[in-house]
C-alpha cells in the first residue's frame, strides 16, 4: 500500500498497528455528531448534503489516517474542503428565500474543489483558506447566540490546534497530547455541532 503525505501535517507518532495514527483517525468520529443536528432538521437539499457530506469525512478522515492511501486521501481532502464552503453556504440557504441559488453555489464549488483536488492539488490549501475565510465572515454576521459564538470559537481553537500541529509551533508529544490533528477533529466536530 502507498503511503502518502498530509496535506496538513501532523506530529502523531506512527503506530505498528493496522491504525498509524490511532489518535487522528479515531477522533474522525467526533464528526458523526453533526448527523444528529442535520437529521433533526427538514431532509431538505441542504441538510441531505451535509449528512452525505459529514459521512463522507468521518469514513476518508478515518481510514486516511489509519491507512494512508492515496485515493482515501482524496476522499478526505474534497470532504473536509468542501465542508469548510457548506457551513457559510448553510447559512446563507437558511437565511434566504431563494434557495436556489446557494444550492447550485454548493455544487459549483464541490465540482470546483473536485477539479482543483484532482488537477492542481497544490492549489488546495489555497482554496481551504479562502473557504475559511468566506464560512467565518458569514458566520460571525449571522451568529445571534452564545451557542453559535461558542461554535465559532471552538472553530477558531481547532484550526489553531491543526496549525501548531503542521507547522511544529507546539511540541504536542512533550505535553503528552499526542497531536494537535486529532483534537482539531474532536474540537471542530462539537464546533460545527454548536453552529448547526
Known sequence: ??????????????????????????????????????????????????IIITISLTVSSFLWWGRKNKNIHLVDINSYSILIFYLGIYYLYNKSDNKYIYENL??????????????????????????????FIILIYYSDSLIQYLGIF?????????????YNIIDFNKYNLISGTGWFHIFSALGIYCLL
Open 1 to 50: 500500500m502507498e503511503v502518502h503525505e498530509s496535506l496538513f501535517g501532523s506530529q502523531e507518532q506512527k503506530s505498528k498497528n493496522w491504525c498509524m495514527y490511532p489518535f487522528n483517525s479515531y477522533s474522525s468520529f467526533f464528526y458523526l455528531i453533526i448527523l444528529k443536528k442535520l437529521y433533526k432538521k427538514d431532509l431538505s437539499f441542504i441538510n441531505i448534503y451535509g
Open 106 to 135: 454548493l455544487i459549483i464549488i464541490t465540482i470546483l474543489v473536485i477539479f482543483i483536488t484532482i488537477v492542481k492539488k497544490n492549489n488546495i490549501k489555497l482554496l481551504n483558506y479562502i473557504g475559511v475565510a468566506f464560512s
Open 154 to 166: 471552538l472553530l477558531l481553537l481547532s484550526i489553531k490546534l491543526k496549525l501548531f500541529d503542521t
